[in-house]
Nanobody, 124 residues
Framework: QLQASGGGLVQAGGSLRLSCAASGSTFRVYGVGWFRQAPGKEREFVAA????????YYAESVKGRFAISKDNPPNTVYLQMNSLKPEDTAVYYC???????????????????WGQGTQVTVSS
């Protein structure tokens, strides 16, 4: 199981750190990603980290502002979000993948386990 937490209300320019904690066999996986879905929009890729190599991937919209990291133990992935903008407002989901490539790390279909979302609201 994946448990996302850390969302909340923050002013523009502020920071939040999201956590994705795993239990059971979920984290014998290849990588973990964060996705987000804003009201009325499709869910989109935010960031991913490959568990063994530590390779990180980011969406262009968050590069330089967000940082993904991991701790093992515990089996937790973090998303540090800095310089937040109102357009970052969304429900954020973490997901675990059994395998992806350089070209597929951002696809939702590459992820096999999903946690519940955590709401991030950025006020202007």
């Amino acid at each position: 199981q994946l448990q996302a937490s850390g969302g909340g209300l923050v002013q523009a320019g502020g920071s939040l750190r999201l956590s994705c904690a795993a239990s059971g066999s979920t984290f014998r996986v290849y990588g973990v990603g964060w996705f987000r879905q804003a009201p009325g929009k499709e869910r989109e890729f935010v960031a991913a980290i490959t568990w063994s190599s530590g390779m990180k991937y980011y969406a262009e919209s968050v590069k330089g502002r967000f940082a993904i990291s991991k701790d093992n133990p515990p089996n937790t992935v973090y998303l540090q979000m800095n310089s937040l903008k109102p357009e970052d407002t969304a429900v954020y989901y973490c997901a675990a993948s059994r395998g992806y490539g350089v070209a597929t790390h951002s696809r939702q279909t590459s992820y096999h386990y999903w946690g519940q979302g955590t709401q991030v609201t950025v006020s202007s």
